[in-house]
């Protein structure tokens, strides 16, 4: 068994997040693990741009109110204790409510991630479906 060191949390790239985002590395798998595991922290408003996996993505929500969106889908909003997977190669995005922080569990394997365009805020502002 070990105790392993956590790196500091680190303020996420305008590239690839509009609005604040911060993460806490969970754990980043070595060879022959590819799992990776992040807590991340957005501020009210904060998404990530779209992007897909290449093995598939699983968000579990901790705290807030959570928004996703497939490309072409609807926005699902999402509550503490709701998962969300997203299948190898959906382009997506996800983030918090314009008035709530959110807190997710990122969940994916390996460095295989396609980062596109941001989202607009016509996109960020549409109609929602409340997730069950």
Request: net charge negative; aromatic share 8%; proline share 7%.
């Amino acid at each position: 068994m070990e105790l392993l060191q956590r790196p500091a949390t680190r303020k996420l790239p305008e590239a690839m997040f509009t609005g604040d985002a911060w993460a806490d590395v969970i754990y980043r798998g070595e060879e022959p693990s590819k799992a990776r595991a992040n807590a991340v922290h957005f501020a009210p408003g904060a998404r990530t741009a779209w992007h897909s996996h290449g093995i598939g993505q699983t968000l579990c929500i901790v705290e807030g109110i959570a928004l996703i969106q497939s490309r072409g889908g609807e926005i699902l909003e999402a509550h503490p204790g709701q998962v969300i997977w997203t299948p190898p190669g959906e382009e997506h995005w996800h983030g918090a409510a314009p008035d709530h922080f959110m807190t997710h569990i990122a969940l994916w394997e390996g460095d295989d991630v396609n980062w596109l365009d941001h989202v607009t805020d016509a996109q960020y502002t549409g109609p929602r479906t409340r997730g069950l």
